[in-house]
C-alpha cells in the first residue's frame, strides 16, 4: 500500500509541477505568436495524445519531466508561411523571455503555494522545553544567563526572528547552518513567570549538514518538554507487535512485563528496555481487563544499542493538543507577504547549498532523486494537506532553481546563451553550444545518478 501512495504522490507532485513549467514556455510562446508543434507532459511511450488546432498534447510513460517544441529552421524542414513564426527568427529577448517563463511559473506556484498554507493555517509543536543536557552548548549559555529552575520554558526567538514551533525553530537554524555561522543568540520565557532570558553565543559546531539523522535540537541540547499522557492507544501499527497481540484503539495499557505504566512516558521507557522479548501486556478495553503476551520488536540505533517497539501510537487529548500546538495562520495579504518571504528564504538557502556542495563543502549526500521525492509524495498525502502543498511547494521551488542554474540542456544554459549573444550582438557559434550541451548532458547525467545512488541507500537503510 505504501507503494502505491508513493507512486500516485510521485505522479501527482510532478504532474502538477511539470504541466505548469511546460505551460509557462507554451503560453509566452503562444503570446509571441511562435508555432507550437508538441506540448508534452512526461517521455516516453505516449499514453495520450490530443491534436489541437496546430498544437498535439501528449502525456508520456515517465512522469519525469517535460518539453514544448517549436516550429524551429534548425530542427527541420519549416513551410514558407510558418517561416516569421519560427522560434530562431524570434529576437533573442523573445527567446529569453519564453526560456525564462518556465522557471518563473514554478517560482510563482511556489510562493502561491506558501501563501495558501498561511491562509489554511500551518500547525506545529510549540517549542516548549523544561530541561536541557548537561554540558551542552544551549547549557553552556544558559548558565551565563541564569537557571532554569525545573520551569517550562518556551522559545520565543532564534538570531531575532520570532518562532512559534519547533519546526520553526529547526528551519532558522538549518539557515545559519547553510550560511555557516558558528552562533546563534535565542529568547525564551518562563511559561509560569513570563520572565525573558537573552541567550546568546549558542555554539552550533556540533551540528552536521552532512549527518542527515543528526537530531539538531537535541544536539544543541533541547529536552522538549513531555506532558503526562495517559497510557492510551491511538494507533496500532498493521501487522506490527501490538497487532498481533490483539491491542486496538483506545484500549488503556496498565502493565507491561509486570510493570506498572502510569503515563505514555513510562510505558516507552518500559517498552524499549525489552528488545526482541516476549511481555506480558494488561489491559482494560470498555470496562473490562484483559491480558495478552506480545513479542516486540528490536530496533537499532545509531550507537549499536537495541531498544524494543511495540508498535502503538499514543491517543492525545484534545485538550493537550490544544496546549502544546501552535497555528500560524492570516489573512490574504499577510499570507502572500508571509510566503514570498518564505519563498526568498528557501531559495536562498537551497542556492548556498548547491554552492556549498559544488565546492566540495557540504556532502552529496544531501542530494535527493526520483526515489525520496516518490517516497516523500506518498506520506504527505497521507499527512494531510498542508504537509502535501508543503511537499508541492518544495519541489516547485527546487525545480525553479534547477532549471535556472547556468548548465547547457537546462533552461539556464540557454538563458546564458541568450545573454551572451545580447552582449556581443550575434548568436553563439554552434560549435560552442554543441560543447555546452555535451558537458551538460554527462553533467545532469552524472547529477542523477549520484541522486538515485542516494535514493536507494536512503531507502534500503530505512
Known amino acids: 500500500m505504501t507503494v502505491l501512495w508513493s507512486i500516485f504522490g510521485f505522479i501527482v507532485v510532478m504532474g502538477v509541477v511539470v504541466s505548469l513549467h511546460e505551460w509557462g514556455h507554451y503560453q509566452v510562446a503562444r503570446w509571441f505568436n511562435i508555432k507550437v508543434l508538441t506540448f508534452s507532459i512526461g517521455f516516453g511511450k505516449t499514453l495520450y495524445q ?25 530542427e527541420g524542414t519549416v513551410a514558407e508561411e510558418d517561416l516569421p513564426r519560427a522560434f530562431n527568427r524570434q529576437n533573442v529577448y523573445k527567446r529569453f523571455a519564453v526560456v525564462v517563463a518556465g522557471p518563473i511559473v514554478n517560482l510563482l506556484l511556489a510562493w502561491f503555494i506558501f501563501a495558501l498554507m498561511y ?38 526567538a532564534v538570531d531575532h526572528q520570532p518562532v512559534s514551533s519547533w519546526q520553526m525553530v529547526h528551519e532558522i537554524i538549518l ?34 549538514l552532512n549527518a542527515p539523522k543528526q537530531n539538531w535540537l537535541r544536539t544543541l541540547g533541547f529536552e522538549p518538554f513531555q506532558p503526562l499522557l495517559p497510557v492510551v492507544v491511538g494507533e496500532v501499527v498493521s501487522d506490527g ?20 505504566v502510569s503515563d505514555w512516558l513510562t510505558f516507552v521507557n518500559v517498552v524499549q528496555s525489552h528488545p526482541g522479548e516476549l511481555v506480558r501486556v494488561s489491559y482494560k478495553r470498555e470496562g473490562s481487563h484483559y491480558r495478552t503476551d506480545i513479542l516486540l ?4 540505533l545509531q550507537d549499536g544499542r537495541l531498544i524494543g517497539r ?29 510566503g514570498y518571504q518564505r519563498s526568498v528564504d528557501l531559495f536562498g538557502i537551497s542556492l548556498v547549498m548547491l554552492q556549498r556542495m559544488f ?14 521525492i516518490a517516497q516523500f509524495s506518498g506520506k504527505a498525502l497521507q499527512t494531510g494537506l498542508i504537509s502535501f502543498l508543503s511537499l508541492l511547494g518544495l519541489i516547485s521551488l527546487s525545480i525553479g532553481l534547477l532549471n535556472l542554474l547556468p548548465i547547457p540542456v537546462l533552461d539556464g544554459g540557454h538563458l546564458l546563451y541568450y545573454l551572451v549573444e545580447m552582449v556581443k550582438g550575434s548568436p553563439v557559434s554552434e560549435q560552442v553550444m554543441a560543447v555546452g550541451q555535451t ?14 545512488f542516494n535514493d536507494v541507500v536512503r531507502i534500503s537503510h530505512g
Open 297 to 300: 520488536e528490536q530496533v537499532p
Open 241 to 260: 507487535p501490538a497487532d498481533k497481540g490483539g491491542l486496538r484503539y483506545k484500549d488503556t495499557i496498565l502493565e507491561v512485563a509486570g510493570q506498572p
Open 359 to 372: 565546492f566540495g563543502d557540504v556532502s552529496l549526500e544531501n542530494l535527493s532523486g526520483p526515489l525520496s
Open 175 to 208: 539557515s545559519a547552518l547553510v550560511r555557516q555561522k558558528a552562533v546563534v543568540d535565542m529568547t525564551i520565557e518562563s511559561l509560569t513567570s513570563q520572565q525573558r532570558i537573552q541567550l546568546t553565543d549558542i555554539s552550533l559546531n556540533a551540528l552536521d
Open 50 to 74: 490530443k491534436q489541437g488546432k496546430e498544437t498535439c498534447f501528449k502525456i508520456g510513460l515517465f512522469p519525469l519531466g517535460g518539453f514544448v517544441k517549436f516550429v524551429d529552421e534548425r
Open 310 to 338: 511495540m508498535g502503538v501510537g499514543v491517543d492525545v487529548p484534545k485538550k493537550i493538543i490544544a496546549m502544546y500546538t501552535s497555528t500560524v495562520q492570516y489573512g490574504p495579504i499577510d499570507a502572500f507577504k508571509h
Open 439 to 452: 558537458i551538460g548532458f554527462v553533467l545532469i547525467v552524472g547529477l542523477m545518478f549520484v541522486a538515485l
Open 119 to 156: 491562509m489554511i493555517g500551518i500547525n506545529g509543536s510549540k517549542p516548549v522545553f523544561n530541561q536541557v543536557s548537561e554540558q551542552s552548548p544551549l547549557a553552556v549559555s544558559i548558565a551565563k544567563s541564569t537557571s532554569l529552575n525545573n520551569q517550562a520554558w518556551s522559545v520565543l
